[in-house]
Each structure stands twice: as structure tokens, then as C-alpha cells.
T-cell receptor
């Protein structure tokens, strides 16, 4: 079955700096790659996703890149703000199949 | 209006007891899920129902029994609770089956503590 590895497990950045979280997946048939943000005491919430037919997608300060050959995708957050502090999860799935989540990254933005 | 709501938010109980967690979604989605998040934040799918039919049943002890009376509700009953069942349980829903075709909408979680 699919396996998703996520790094780093914790990440501390200064406010205004960029943050990058990386994931690798094992199943070459996977074609859907979402990122979820979980704030303290809340459920995870989708922040951006990408499908295998594109290499990059951007939404304001967040962007996701996908390298299908390397089976690798990354989340980039620019100009980080204190409210970006949360746990971030990557995930992957084939169409119609279950999502498999990475282990999560605790992002701390220091002001 | 809360899209995915689950009750109770907190549950503290003794080993060996039986407990239930309820979930309701008002998004009109066909598919609902139960996820378990352990103390290390790892999110693992337990069950998925599509229009009241079980479609995903991971390797979960049979002390855990989901029930979907209609497509807007998915409840989780746990028998003979063990210490290792302590976790946060999340209900989620999605428009399509499997979650791999679009966004999952999560509830706020139910923190279960077994003493």
C-alpha cells in the first residue's frame, strides 16, 4: 500500500521567513496530493492540493510543487506569520481511493 | 452552521467500559469517515461509509463498530475500552468516495481518555 514520508517533523522559522515541508510517496499510481493544516484543538483543514497533471500550484503565500518522477512534493509558505503556526499534513491518494497522510510537521513561527 | 459536528468533544472513561461518539454532517456529502489521531499526531483512517455502505475498513479491532443510519450520520461505538484507545477521533466527510478525489471536511475531534 501507499506510504507517505514527511520531513521535517518540527520546523521553527522567524516571522517573515519562508518555510518548506517535504513529502515523498511510494505508489507511482497516486495522482492527488493535498495539504492540510491543523490548528490547536481543531480538525485538519485543506489549504491547497495538486493533481498529477500539474507541477506547481500557488495560492497567495502558499505553493505546492510536485515531482512525479521523484515521487516527491513540497509545501512552500512565504512571508510566514504567527497565525501560520500549526501542524501541517501532506497526503496522497489514487483517484477514488483512501487518502494516506504523512506524519505531520509542527511549524512554529517566532515573532 | 457547523459543517461536520461530533459529540462529545471530550470523553473520560474507565477501562472496560463501552462508549459511543456521534457525527453528523450537513454538507450533503455521500461519504463519511472515522480517523484516529494518536499522541504523536499521526492520522490514520479507520472506516469509511459511502451512502450508508461500508467501503473502507482498516485493520481495526472488532471492538470498534461504526454505524451509519443515513448518509448524514456516522457513529462510532467502542466496546471494552483499553488504555491504547486513548486518542482523538475525527469524523470527516467528502463529496465522493475514498477521499482521493477532493477535499475532506473534518469535525473538531473527540478526545477519548481511557483510565
Amino acid at each position: 500500500g501507499e506510504n507517505v514520508e514527511q520531513h521535517p517533523s518540527t520546523l521553527s522559522v522567524q516571522e517573515g521567513d519562508s518555510a518548506v515541508i517535504k513529502c515523498t510517496y511510494s505508489d507511482s499510481a497516486s495522482n492527488y496530493f493535498p495539504w492540510y493544516k491543523q490548528e490547536l484543538g481543531k480538525g485538519p483543514q485543506l489549504i491547497i492540493d495538486i493533481r498529477s497533471n500539474v507541477g506547481e500550484k500557488k495560492d497567495q503565500r502558499i505553493a505546492v510543487t510536485l515531482n512525479k518522477t521523484a515521487k516527491h512534493f513540497s509545501l512552500h509558505i512565504t512571508e510566514t506569520q504567527p497565525e501560520d503556526s500549526a501542524v501541517y499534513f501532506c497526503a496522497s491518494a489514487q483517484y477514488g481511493n483512501k487518502l494516506v497522510f504523512g506524519a505531520g510537521t509542527i511549524l512554529r513561527v517566532k515573532s | 452552521d457547523t459543517a461536520v459536528s461530533q459529540t462529545p468533544k471530550y470523553l473520560v472513561t474507565q477501562m472496560g467500559n463501552d462508549k459511543s461518539i456521534k457525527c453528523e454532517q450537513n454538507l450533503g456529502h455521500d461519504t463519511m469517515y472515522w480517523y484516529k489521531q494518536d499522541s504523536k499526531k499521526f492520522l490514520k483512517i479507520m472506516f469509511s461509509y459511502n451512502n450508508k455502505e461500508l467501503i473502507i475498513n482498516e485493520t481495526v479491532p472488532n471492538r470498534f463498530s461504526p454505524k451509519s443510519p443515513d448518509k448524514a450520520h456516522l457513529n462510532l461505538h467502542i466496546n471494552s475500552l483499553e488504555l491504547g484507545d486513548s486518542a482523538v477521533y475525527f469524523c470527516a466527510s467528502s463529496p465522493a468516495a475514498g477521499g482521493g478525489t477532493g477535499e475532506l471536511f473534518f469535525g473538531e475531534g473527540s478526545r477519548l481518555t481511557v483510565l
